[in-house]
């Protein structure tokens, strides 16, 4: 009898651990070998984690696929108490009941994936079928592919305001750039009286912007950046620039026209590997076929004159902050002008454009600025925040991060050097204890920075609240460099 009612309080505790466990699939995007992968190196967590009252970052969604997962795993787990019912005792179910809660629990929504693998293939193809037929049932729309290692939903949104200066269009909302998530906003949202269809396309693997290229068929394309991030799974930067360029050759592919790719000329990761010598270049350095010059910017925004192809030159004024806010309206403003509209007629969208959320967005809150650029983080885009924050020299300058994640084998290293670079800009540094705890720090002091001006916050709640407990009569301003999603 004790080893019966042993055997349900685990497997109850085995049902909260599954939740998690599926929870935690689904922020791995459905990937089982970026799960398995994920189960592994932070195993115990599953035993901590799943009795926590802590609300989660990104709640769990019962979406009808999380629901099939669910119902799979019930099905087989159900099979085997059957089997044990009929050849084993209640020692045996025991047995069961911790090998499930310690062995099974964690790896059951990749079980259950696999088995599930034709039901969801088959879904998810229908869906796919009935996107590309909205698609051919819009002859005259063009599909504009966006991609990039960081900017590209920024460059989506900006496009979006600029090219909606006389074309209709559609974009990809949020940081929807999977292919069912492009698949959704066609199913749902494409109407034919659209004109642009604007994608943005997210990688993690070799082959992924290919994959979206093959569903959407874009006519142009724009390559924001090429940079170290995740590395964890593609490995090499090289593999990243051959991805992100999957982009380039499917447009040309498509057109059979250079002078439809368009490339941030200033990233040395495209610049290098560009073999579309007719391509359409933007740049903030000189390097472009768009120019962009004179940039005076301030906390309240930006002031800079892009000179065309053609010779012609505009000025422009926006609320945005920071140098990667500048290449990048640059890029959107190259793409509208290739497109038809003139510089003088984007000159009202690009005052009009506003902060995308968690990225870079100034936020005056009582005593505090805050940058929020919380939503992610690589080496090139940490420095470029910290160079904007550099730029409030009056005021007592604060940096909140757990790091950069993703990085692979270059993980230690990148975050130290980046740990260098806070203690370069900043007054005082907060850093969100993680697993890149050690190498921030370690990147701190080396450069320099005492260590009373070092926090370890034990969450961004505790980060925030220190903030508020720092001495000093100048206005704190708080750059919020990442904030790690709940897998991490």
């Not at 199913?187 to 979206?212: S, W, Y």
Request: with cysteine; proline share 4%; hydrophobic share 40%.
């Amino acid at each position: 009898m004790i080893c019966l009612i042993l055997s349900i309080i685990l497997i109850i505790y085995a049902s909260q651990i599954l939740r998690y466990a599926v929870h935690m699939f689904q922020q791995n995007g459905y990937k089982n070998k970026v799960h398995a992968a994920w189960v592994i190196k932070n195993y115990g967590r599953h035993f901590t984690k799943s009795l926590s009252v802590a609300p989660a970052k990104k709640p769990l969604v019962y979406t009808p696929r999380v629901i099939r997962l669910l119902l799979t795993t019930v099905i087989w787990f159900f099979i085997l108490c059957l089997i044990n019912r009929f050849f084993g005792n209640e020692y045996t179910l025991l047995g069961f009941a911790v090998a499930y809660t310690v062995l099974l629990a964690p790896f059951a929504p990749i079980i259950s994936n696999i088995i599930n693998q034709p039901i969801e293939k088959g879904i998810a193809n229908g869906f796919k079928r009935k996107a590309m037929q909205a698609l051919e049932d819009c002859p005259g729309l063009k599909v504009v592919g966006v991609t990039g290692s960081y900017g590209k939903t920024s460059v989506k949104f900006y496009l979006k305001e600029l090219l909606g200066a006389r074309y209709e269009v559609l974009a990809t909302p949020e940081s929807y750039n999977t292919p069912m998530g492009v698949v959704k906003t066609i199913n749902n949202m494409l109407r034919p009286t659209h004109q642009i269809f604007i994608c943005e396309m997210g990688a993690r693997n070799v082959g992924d912007i290919k994959e979206l290229c093959d569903l959407v068929h874009p006519d142009y394309g724009i390559i924001t950046s090429v940079g170290e991030q995740h590395l964890e799974s593609f490995r090499t930067v090289e593999n990243i620039q051959s991805t992100k360029f999957e982009l380039a050759d499917a447009v040309y592919r498509k057109t059979g026209r250079e002078e439809n790719v368009f490339l941030n000329n200033d990233s040395e990761y495209i610049a290098s590997y560009n073999k579309y010598k007719g391509a359409v270049t933007y740049s903030v350095k000189g390097k472009g076929s768009y120019n962009t010059s004179a940039v005076a910017t301030g906390r309240h925004g930006t002031e800079f004159t892009v000179t065309a192809p053609d010779g012609s030159s505009q000025k422009f004024t926006m609320r945005l902050i920071g140098g990667h806010n500048v290449i990048n309206v640059s890029g959107a403003i190259a793409v509208s002008h290739s497109l038809g509209i003139p510089l003088s007629e984007l000159v009202l969208p690009v005052r009009r454009l506003a902060p995308v959320e968690h990225r870079m967005n100034l936020i005056e809150q009582g005593s505090l600025t805050i940058i929020d650029d919380a939503y992610n983080s690589n080496p090139a885009g940490a420095k470029a925040a910290l160079d904007t924050l550099a730029m409030f020299a009056e005021d007592m300058k604060i940096v909140i991060t757990p790091g950069m994640v993703e990085l692979g084998s270059e993980q230690d290293r990148l975050n130290g050097i980046f740990g260098g670079q806070i203690a370069e800009t900043a007054d005082w540094a907060i850093v969100v204890d993680n697993e890149n705890t050690a190498a921030i720090t370690d990147g701190l002091r080396r450069a320099g920075m005492p260590m009373e001006k070092i926090y370890l916050a034990s969450s961004f709640n505790d980060a925030m609240r220190y903030v508020y407990r720092i001495p000093g009569e100048a206005r704190k301003v708080v750059l919020i460099e990442n904030d790690l999603t709940d897998n991490y």
